[in-house]
DNA sequence: CTTTTATTTTAGGCAAAGCTAAAAATTATT
DNA sequence: AATAATTTTTAGCTTTGCCTAAAATAAAAG
C-alpha cells in the first residue's frame, strides 16, 4: 500500500463518512473537509488518477474498492489512537477527536497491530464506534436510542454520538457512562423526554439528549 | 507557542542536532535534511522571517533562543514518543527511530505531558539518551564509553549510541542490554578490545563496540 | 420549454518545498 | 596576490493544495 499525503486521506475520510460507497457531492464534499469547492475538483481529480475514486463531472465523486480499503484503515487508526488517548492516557471523550485526527495519519501497519494488541484488540472505541477489523470488516454497530425503548425495559449504554462538546459536557455532569445500566421509568408523552432509574435514584433525559445515546436491552 | 510545518521542524532538529546554538554551514545542513543547498537556502530564510534561527548569507545559520526552544520541544518528543514504542508496544531499538520521527510532529502540549506521566516521567529514552523537560532543562548525559574504563572496574550500561541497525543487532545477539553490570576483566594492548565478566560467563566487545556503548561505575 | 438559480468546473494566482543550472562569493592553492 | 576550487546563492521550473473570479453545466421555476 503507497503513501498518501495527509490532505488525500482527509478526502477519503470525508468520502466515507459522507457516502460511503456511494457517489458524494462537490458541494457536500468541499463542506466537509472545509474548502472552496474548486480545490475539491482539482483534489478529485487528483484522488482519481490513483485510482482512489470515480469521479463523473458535474455528477458527483464516489471511492473505489481501493478507495474504501483505505478509508477503514484509516478509520481503524482513528479509533484505536481515541481508544489510548481515552483508556491509556485519561483524555476526555471531547478531547479527543481533533488529536486522533493528527495521530491517524502515521504511516506503520507494525504500529497499527501493536497497538491494538496493547490496547487489548478492541471491538469499539471509547464512543462505542466500531473499529474495523485489520481486513476491513466491521464489528457491529451497537444500540439503539434510548427513546426507542419501551417503559420498564433494562438497558446498557453501548454508544454515544458525537454530538460536540456541551453534549459530552452534559454527559459528564450526569455521570453517564458507556457500560451504565438503567431502567426505563417512564417516557414523557409530551416531549419524548425519557426518565432513567438506577440503584442510585433517577432522572429525566431530553429528547435530544435521548437520540444521541444508543444502549441494547441487558 | 505557533504551529510549524512538518518541514520546518525537520530543519530546526537538524540545525540543534548539528551545531546546538552554534553556526551550521548550508552543506551540512543539506547533508543532513537530505535536499539541495539550494533548497536549504530558501529553507532557512523563511525559518529567520520567523526568528527561529539567524542567517548570515555565506556564512551559517544559527538557532536563535526560540529556535533552541522548538528544537528542544521536538527532542522531548521524539524521545517519549520512543520510549512508549519500546516500553509500551516492545518495539526493538532500531525500529523505533523512523516511526518517532513521525509522531514527533504531533501537535498538542496535554498529549505530551500526559505520555510523560504515562511512562512514569522518565527521564532517559530506552537508548539512555536524555529526554528534555518540559523547561527545556537537559537530564545529565549518562556514562562513558566502555573503553575509558580500567581493569577490573564494575560498570553498568546506562546508553547505547544510534550506530545503525547492524549495531543493534550485534547487542540483540550479545544480550546486552541498558541496566546490565559487567566486570571489566580486560583489555587488549593490541586492539582496545574488551573482556566483560558477568555471573554468566565472559566474553571480548571489539573496539568500535566498545566505543557506542556507555556505562557508569556502578 | 425557456429562463433563472444553483452547482461545478476552468483559468489564473499564491505559498511551501523541492529540483537544476548558472552566477556570485568564499576559501584554498600556487 | 591571482587564480583555481569549493561553497552558497539566485533564477527559473515543478508539484501539491489552496484561493478568487469567470465560464459552463445542471436543476428548479415560471
Known sequence: MKTHTESEENYIKALYHLGGDQPVSNGDLAQRIGAKGSSVTQAVKRLGQKDLVNVVPYKGVQLTQQGIRLAKSILRKHRLWETFLVDKLGFGWDEVHPLAE????????ELVDRLFK????????????PIPERDGQMPPVLGQPIGAFTTGAEIRIVRVEDAGTEFFDQ?????INLGNTYEIRAISAFDSSVELGSSTGSFWLSQSMCANIYAIQS
Request: aromatic fraction near 4%; hydrophobic fraction near 25%; charged fraction near 25%.
Open 102 to 109: 493528527q495521530l491517524e495519519h502515521i504511516q506503520s501497519e
Open 118 to 129: 496493547f490496547l487489548g484488540s478492541p471491538k469499539h472505541d471509547p464512543h462505542g464506534d
Open 171 to 175: 454527559l459528564e455532569t450526569m455521570n
